[in-house]
């Protein structure tokens, strides 16, 4: 069974910084895609950035310059680095794992940008 568990989130004043991380467990393909996607109160959920084994990335225009998105392989692991945050960027962020044709979300975690 393929469980995803994140870390990372918080309060944090406009301009600063947070870093999210996700693990995944249970049988992962060697080309899993990753990423991290976030849904503000009303809105749709949306993506901000996905990342392949080999390092290929995918950003949403909003974040670019801003986020950065990375992955242990060995560890299963993708962490967004999200610097220069703004109060747009409030919203929940839940991780995304696609494996074996199948899609599998993390439970969320809060980033709150606000003074």
């Known amino acids: 069974q393929v469980q995803l568990v994140e870390s990372g989130g918080g309060l944090v004043q406009p301009g600063g910084s947070l870093r999210l991380s996700c693990t995944a467990s249970?049988?992962?393909?060697?080309?899993?895609?990753m990423g991290w996607y976030r849904q503000a109160p009303g809105k749709e959920r949306e993506m901000v950035a996905d990342?392949?084994?080999?390092?290929?990335?995918n950003y949403a225009d909003s974040v670019k310059g801003r986020f950065t998105i990375s992955r242990d392989n060995g560890k299963n692991t993708v962490h967004l680095q999200m610097n220069s945050l703004k109060s747009e960027d409030t919203a929940v962020y839940y991780c995304?794992?696609?494996?074996?044709?199948?899609?599998?979300w993390g439970q969320g975690t809060q980033v709150t940008a606000s003074s």
């Open positions: 995304k794992l696609s494996n074996f044709g199948f899609v599998y």
């Open positions: 249970g049988r992962i393909s060697s080309i899993a895609r």
């Open positions: 990342i392949g084994s080999r390092g290929d990335t």
